[in-house]
């Protein structure tokens, strides 16, 4: 927590080795790779199983039930991927259409409360709100991503592949350099 109120630049690091540095709100926004998400933020950044395509011209992202379009994304023709869907606790909201979940648990911090949501496949994810719901453990509800958030993770090494606005799949270099914000 203090990296990130105090510094102007930080540090990710894990079993001695540089995972990303750069200012902290840059590293939380668009972290280099799902431990860097998974381990800035509190509560951690939600990781969901999902499937990038090609269809009809525009770039389509499917969570279970859930299929949403990726403006400005652009894909070649037949493009599948299964990758990993990165999106923030805060920056989940109720909305038609969206994955159908069963809230778990709501656990009320004071200033926020934090309701705990299960998917059909047994995929967990948390919510953050700060206003009244009178949603109650057990209720199904339909959850949806915030596009402008929302990060795509490749399966394999974990590294990011695409941040909101892009219109190309970020190449993602399999070194063991440093990766800088900068860039």
Not at 75 to 83: A, E, P
């Given at each position: 927590?203090?990296?990130?109120?105090?510094?102007?630049?930080?540090?990710?690091?894990?079993?001695?080795?540089?995972?990303?540095?750069?200012?902290?709100?840059?590293?939380?926004?668009?972290?280099?790779?799902?431990?860097?998400?998974?381990f800035?933020?509190?509560?951690?950044?939600?990781?969901?199983?999902?499937?990038?395509?090609e269809?009809?011209?525009?770039?389509?992202?499917?969570?279970?039930?859930?299929?949403?379009?990726?403006?400005?994304?652009?894909?070649?023709?037949?493009?599948?991927?299964?990758?990993?869907?990165g999106?923030?606790?805060?920056?989940?909201?109720?909305?038609?259409?969206?994955?159908?979940?069963?809230?778990?648990?709501?656990?009320?911090?004071?200033?926020?409360?934090?309701?705990?949501?299960?998917?059909?496949?047994?995929?967990?994810?948390?919510?953050?709100?700060?206003?009244?719901?009178?949603?109650?453990?057990?209720?199904?509800?339909?959850?949806?991503?915030?596009?402008?958030?929302?990060?795509?993770?490749?399966?394999?090494?974990?590294?990011?592949?695409?941040?909101?606005?892009?219109?190309?799949?970020?190449?993602?270099?399999?070194?063991?350099?440093?990766?800088?914000?900068?860039?």
């Amino acid at each position: 927590v203090e990296a990130t109120t105090l510094a102007d630049r930080a540090m990710v690091m894990r079993n001695g080795r540089i995972e990303q540095m750069g200012p902290p709100m840059d590293i939380y926004n668009r972290p280099e790779n799902r431990f860097v998400a998974t381990f800035v933020g509190d509560p951690p950044m939600n990781m969901i199983p999902a499937h990038l395509y090609e269809s009809d011209g525009k770039a389509k992202l499917k969570i279970e039930n859930m299929e949403m379009d990726i403006p400005g994304l652009q894909l070649d023709d037949g493009f599948n991927l299964d990758v990993i869907a990165g999106i923030r606790p805060e920056d989940v909201r109720v909305g038609d259409g969206g994955l159908k979940s069963k809230l778990v648990v709501k656990q009320n911090i004071g200033r926020a409360e934090y309701q705990y949501f299960e998917l059909n496949d047994g995929t967990s994810f948390i919510r953050q709100i700060y206003s009244d719901e009178n949603l109650q453990e057990g209720d199904f509800i339909s959850i949806m991503p915030n596009i402008e958030k929302l990060i795509l993770f490749e399966d394999n090494e974990g590294k990011a592949i695409y941040y909101y606005g892009m219109k190309k799949l970020r190449k993602v270099l399999l070194t063991e350099g440093v990766k800088n914000n900068n860039d």
